[in-house]
């Protein structure tokens, strides 16, 4: 939330040539899916098990034309045993 919080802070300077979503655990599932069909994203926000749910589980989010990915504090994602999602994810 704090990240997607500061980039809603910049959104404006693209004038709605971007958007973005972000998808966090403890949102229904229903409501990211429903946000992803109406408005897409160039910017995607999330944990990984909600990006994990969305990319490999539903298959309803797809970033192959993702050009950069930012994994804040990945180090310790991979410490709290998010391996798996984080792999699946980057493929």
Excluded: W
């Excluded at 404006?12 to 599932?29: A, M, Q, R, V």
């Excluded at 969305?54 to 504090?73: C, G, N, P, T």
């Excluded at 391996?83 to 980057?90: K, N, R, S, V």
């Amino acid at each position: 939330m704090q990240t997607a919080t500061v980039l809603q802070l910049f959104m404006p300077i693209f004038k709605e040539k971007l958007n973005f979503c972000y998808f966090i655990g403890g949102d229904k599932l229903e409501y990211d899916l429903e946000r992803i069909e109406e408005k897409g994203a160039n910017i995607v926000v999330g944990t990984p098990g909600r990006l994990f749910d969305l990319i490999v589980s539903k298959e309803a989010l797809s970033l192959r034309k993702l050009e950069v990915v930012i994994l804040d504090e990945a180090d310790k994602l991979m410490e709290q045993g998010h391996e798996m999602h984080l792999t699946h994810i980057l493929q």
